[in-house]
């Protein structure tokens, strides 16, 4: 059983394949965290502190007991109003202004099977794979019932959580904080890893040792963002890659977030994830629910490369869905950055004949196509096709893309609207803005109010008739800007707008998928501006960010590869000088880059000579055969792109009989040293022949003393090298 209730101590205990979560409920009601780490036997109760604080205050219920405070011991669920003054996880304001809450544990079901929840993205188990632990907290003064939802996906070593709150009273409740989880550490010289960027520049990694105070990663954007992912990782101050205890908890969710890190006055950590209380203040008439979106935890005792894995496989298995959730995605060209919106059907036609000549799969029409949008500054909103644009309607372009031999996709960025456009001057009030406040503007546009269901639902039907009118195999879900000025002139509370604007995208996402399940859909918000497990449950790949510079592209990818497959991870060949950053690179380093992931290009073909269109041809062959290890392998960071001057990964095959290692130099200097790299994941006892030369190595060797890369000239080399198990006397 993954849930074990020891009934005399009130112990219940989660078990996954290598961790143990426990948790008591005491003799005030009070639901205490006891341990998280490394699977055990043990009840952990005996390492609660007691002991009389001074200025922590007392529950009335402790009597004249100074040594039990909620200021001082560890908690599942932290509420304001109880004397616990750290951070918490849950604030509710009643009608009267009072904020206090102070909920006790009523019972509990254990249930096989893994909860859902209404409305929003959730990992997903069948029967025996998983089980759900509903722990029922409630405060009777003030109406409030808590459920506490554990889900424990043993084989993948995660643990979900989430939270139902109801009022249960008659009086109107204001929820102003709700996190979804809280850990509490008794100890420990904690490092905080977080993932901070910019648009183009999105997962830079950032390791700085948890101080005394609050350390706060958050989005108030309306979007999950580039700045900052809702990714977080608390790794002991000596965990490496391979090494060390460390814990990582990721939102399932795509909008406004906070992870909260603060080390106390005892040197005591919380970690806290869940909602931003930004702009949120969400009231519970009487009777009424609301559910937190997931936070799925993981714990890792054998350092960060096992923590990835744990969530690689948590993606693939328990959050993307659909036909191509265990398929490798087709090889696609875009054709944004081949001519923008500079374009007419001939000229897709052309790139779709060029694409089949090489060995490209799918040919994407990008931004452009609809309305009258020549530019990016009209006709977001009108999902009509140009037909005088293209020459031809969209159903006659998709079938002729198809006689040449390439599947068709398209581009939508369902969410916006531009003031120049038939649906704004129409319906103005469906944008979100504030009545008598010019709007701020980015991008030139504004945004649907998604949390009005009739804006979605409009939105919906316009995306259908034209996914039904054409033969249409892929679509490109953008976001191009954050969200301010939130009003809805829909909303009786603005308080509620923000979670409700995500739950109508979600909404929408729902629908399409299940009306065409057919179709790869991708998700992107201005590249990697919504890159997180919540989108992952819609899309089974993101466009990773909308920088294709190849090196710069290293350390994006790199950053995201703590937290997400390598199947989720749009990557593509663009042209050179790059349309961002303007530095060349080679077409070998390019494609090395762009094979870690959901592989494509972004040029135009017309363009090459016949020596780079043989290079394609090659690239893509050789994406195709490595393409399933990609998909299924377990992925190590061997260097620091950040610290190191080469960027080199290594994913390795379930049976350790396959594994490929890439290598990109990122500075080249007068009379290099060889780079010696110690590998991982192979199994000691074998031994593997490398395709380049032939030569068999040892995989004890590779990785105790490391592969000699002997560098060749030039700006920005990269390497694939193939390693394949063989027999001892081969």
Known sequence: ????????????????????????????????????????????????????RGFSGNPYDAGEDRTYSLDVLPQEFPVL???????????????????????????????????????LPAAYAKGSVAQTLEMVLADKRCGVRVTLL???????????????????????????????????????????????????????????GAIHGRQVFGSTRGASSHQYNPFVILAQHNATEQAGECYGAAFVYSGNFSAEIEKDQFDQTRFVMGLSEEQFSYPLDGGG??????????????????LSHNFHRFAGEHICRGKYKDQVRPVLLNSWEACYFDFDGEKIVALAKQAAELGVELLV???????????????????????????????ELSERVHQEGVRFGIWIEPEMVSENSDLYRNHPDWALQIPGKKPVRARNQLVLDFSNPLVAEYILEKISTILRQAR????????????????????????????????????????????FPDILWEGCCGGGGRFDLGMLYYTPQIWCSDNTDAIDRVRIQYGTSFGYPLSAVGAHVSAVPNHQTGRSTN???????????????????????????????????????????LLNGDYYRI??????????????????????????????????????????????????????????????????GGLPIALTAGDYPAYQVMFEAVDVGA
């Not at 799925?296 to 350092?303: D, F, V």
């Not at 990008?366 to 293209?390: I, Y």
């Open 587 to 629: 077409l070998n380093t390019r494609g090395v880059v762009a094979m870690t992931g959901a592989f494509g290009y972004e040029l135009d073909f017309g363009k090459l000579c016949e020596q780079e269109k043989e290079e394609i041809r090659k690239q893509i062959a050789v994406y195709h055969k490595i393409a399933p290890l």
């Open 365 to 395: 029409l990008d931004d452009g196509w609809f309305g009258q949008r020549n530019d990016d500054n009209s006709s977001l909103g009108d999902w009509e096709v140009n037909e005088e644009k293209l020459g031809c309607s969209l159903k």
């Open 150 to 208: 554990y889900g424990v996906l043993e084989e993948c070593d995660i643990i979900t959580r989430s939270v139902r709150i109801e009022n249960t009273g008659n009086k109107k409740l204001y929820l102003e904080k709700i996190s979804s989880s809280c850990l509490d550490f008794l100890y420990g010289n904690y490092d905080v890893i977080a993932f901070y960027g910019r648009h183009a520049m999105e997962r830079n990694v950032q390791r700085v």
């Open 81 to 119: 109003g109880t004397g616990d003054f750290r951070d918490c996880a849950l604030k509710i304001r009643e009608e009267n202004g009072c904020y206090n809450c102070d909920l006790r544990y009523v019972g509990h079901r254990i249930l096989d099977g893994k909860y859902t929840l209404p409305g």
């Open 289 to 306: 629910v609301f559910y937190a979106p997931e936070v799925a935890l993981s714990y890792s005792g054998e350092g960060l490369a096992c």
């Open 472 to 515: 249409v195999d892929y679509v490109k879900w953008d976001m191009n800007r954050s969200l301010a000025d939130i009003y809805s002139a829909n909303a009786e509370e603005q308080g509620a707008v923000s979670y409700d604007y995500m739950l109508g995208v979600y909404r929408l996402l729902e629908a399409l998928t299940f009306r």
């Open 639 to 704: 260097s620091d792109p950040f610290a190191d001057e080469y960027g080199a990964w290594m994913v390795v095959d379930a049976e350790k009989k396959k594994a490929l290692l890439s290598v990109v130099i990122l500075n080249i200097h007068g009379n290099m040293p060889v780079i010696y790299m110690c590998l991982a994941g192979l199994d000691p006892a074998k031994q593997y022949r490398e395709n380049i030369s032939g030569k068999i190595y040892s995989g004890e060797a590779l990785m105790a």
């Open 1 to 52: 059983m993954a849930v074990v209730y020891n009934e005399t101590k009130k112990i219940f205990s989660l078990h996954t394949r290598n961790s143990t979560y426990q948790m008591k409920a005491d003799d005030y009601g009070y639901l205490l965290h006891l341990y998280y780490g490394k699977r055990i036997s043990a009840d952990m109760d005996y390492l609660l502190p007691f002991y009389d």
